[in-house]
């Protein structure tokens, strides 16, 4: 069981804006440490999405998009395309004995 | 630019000990920008992080397998390696290799990953 919590799928045909959610406590994402994620295409290793909640490193597209508000996060993707099709995993850092550095389960968006 | 690769038997016996090794390229292992960790990823299932350590030798380690775990760095090789002991079938997984600068909370690049499988 994640300490960070994500529906485990999501879909939406092209174009359309789909959002992952990401929940988690006061002593994580509650207690005002940024979230980050990650985008895992098939067979290959994770990749940095979006940091500090809401930035995005270079060359990722600006159809990307992060929030957070209390204890939740949000990954917004607007005009999908069939190559977003992939695994995206919420992160943060958990200040209780949770482990450190926390993840959420991963949610799979399938691009109809 | 830093790059990770892992490398490692891919077939660990029950019981026995998983070792793995990072190879830092583009960066000083060295260097006190950087937190050296790694995480997994069982078949399937999602990310889970192991560890981190910090060119001085300090290290931190997820509670749940802290009792298992050892994180060590070599400068000499610009290497940085993951013994994980005890291993039992729930312990077959992608490890991943990655940096945390320091001062962030974020995984930034990862390694290609290795799959480990624990099977007699």
């Known amino acids: 069981q994640s300490v960070l919590t994500q529906p485990p799928s999501v879909s939406g045909a092209p174009g359309q804006r789909v959002t992952i959610s990401c929940t988690g406590s006061s002593s994580n994402i509650g207690a005002g440490y940024d979230v980050h994620w990650y985008q895992q295409l098939p067979g290959t290793a994770p990749k940095l999405l979006i940091y500090?909640?809401?930035n995005r490193p270079s060359g990722v597209p600006d159809r990307f998009s992060g929030s957070k508000s209390g204890t939740s996060a949000s990954l917004a993707i607007t005009g999908l395309q069939a190559e977003d099709e992939a695994d995206y995993y919420c992160q943060s850092y958990d200040s209780s004995l949770s482990g450190f550095w926390v993840f959420g389960g991963g949610t799979k968006l399938t691009v109809l | 630019q830093l790059q990770l690769q892992e490398s490692g038997p891919g077939l660990v016996k029950p019981s026995e000990t998983l070792s793995l090794t990072c190879t830092v390229s583009?960066?000083?292992?060295?260097?006190?920008?950087?937190?050296w960790g790694w995480i997994r990823q069982p078949p399937g299932k999602g990310l889970e992080w192991i560890g981190s350590i910090y060119y001085s030798g300090s290290t931190y380690y997820n509670p749940s397998l802290k009792s298992r775990v050892t994180i060590s760095v070599d400068t000499s090789k610009n290497q940085f390696s993951l013994k994980l002991s005890s291993v039992t079938a729930a312990d077959t997984a992608v490890y991943y290799c990655a940096v945390r600068f320091t001062g962030y909370n974020w995984f930034d690049p990862w390694g290609q990953g290795t799959l480990v499988t624990v099977s007699s």
């Open positions: 583009g960066g000083s292992i060295s260097s006190s920008s950087y937190y």
């Open positions: 500090g909640n809401s």
